[in-house]
């Protein structure tokens, strides 16, 4: 297997255009709550809701923003409702990677007949603020693809929802969009999933990892990374490989019961200040220990920050051909050890901080560990 195999060619073989992320949807348990863990811990502010106050009897959801970043956090207040289910089996976790198009009645199509599998067919939605257009493909585990078509709307969401702003001020941490997505898959799984993107949506495979670039003592996973033609939407796709002990992934996939997204990587020009005020907001992160910067400048050369302030924060360094990456990744952020955050900063560089694979899935043993899963 080849370790790195980049595009040359920049021609788009998109099946559709995609303009960008549209918005991340998670069903939690308790929506009003996961709000102001977002609010107040990841500086997100409020701008939108429905709930039975708005008319939505059986639904409750919470929009967030932060610059290009949009989260929406729904709950059901009814026990047979398909979010419950959704969230009695995963756990809080993401069901929508949701894209942005301009026609989604055709991206829809186009994707159907390339061989997708419908979540649900395109519906029109409107109120006084205009008409969207939504449709929805299936992607890994119950993960699902919502296009989202908004050229005639201009309301602060979607339709039905209602503008809402934070009860108490929230303070912008700096995170600015959405770098990539990261799905877990059963193992032999990961080819066939990089597949469906190649073929039904017509992204690229930009790069692969193989389980020798993924490895500790203990544990390996393989990686693939797809994109599709302009770059906005990068989607790793990580499967297990076999190793002495429970890799991250079989972890992730046995309690998440399945596979599902499991981090989200959002990106900041000051990932100094970013990481500093998520601390301070009580934001846990993984430890990579001391000794990792004794070292570490050798390996990626001259770089602009103080390296002391880096190791202070626990922030990672990779370097590219292009470039270099400033990287760290959150722990869990609900009880089940499944979806985190990475915070990143990118110097040029255009990877996925290879270089830091190893003392990351090191310091993700050392949790599993604790937890009793490797
Ligand atoms: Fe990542």
Redesign the pocket.
Known sequence: METITKTVSNQSTDTFPINGTDFIEFYVGNAKQAALYYQHCFGFELVAYKGPETGSREIVSYVLQQDKIRLVLTSTLNPNHEIAKHVALHGDGVKVLALWVDDARDAYEKAMAKGAESAFEPIEQSDEDGTVVLAAIKTYGDTIHTLVERKNYHGVFLPNFKAKKSEAPVNSIGLKYVD?C?GNVELGDMNKWVKFYQEVLGFKLLITFDDKDISTKYTALMSKVVSNGNGYIKF?INEPANGLKKSQIEEYIEFYRGAGVQ?I?VATDNILETVSKLRQNGVEFLYVPENYYEDVLDRVGEIDEDIEDLKKLNILIDRDDEGYLLQIFTKPVQDRPTVFY?IIQRKGATS?GKGNFKALFEAIEREQAIRGTL
Request: no cysteine.
């Open positions: 990539h990261v790793p981090h990587a990475e996925f």
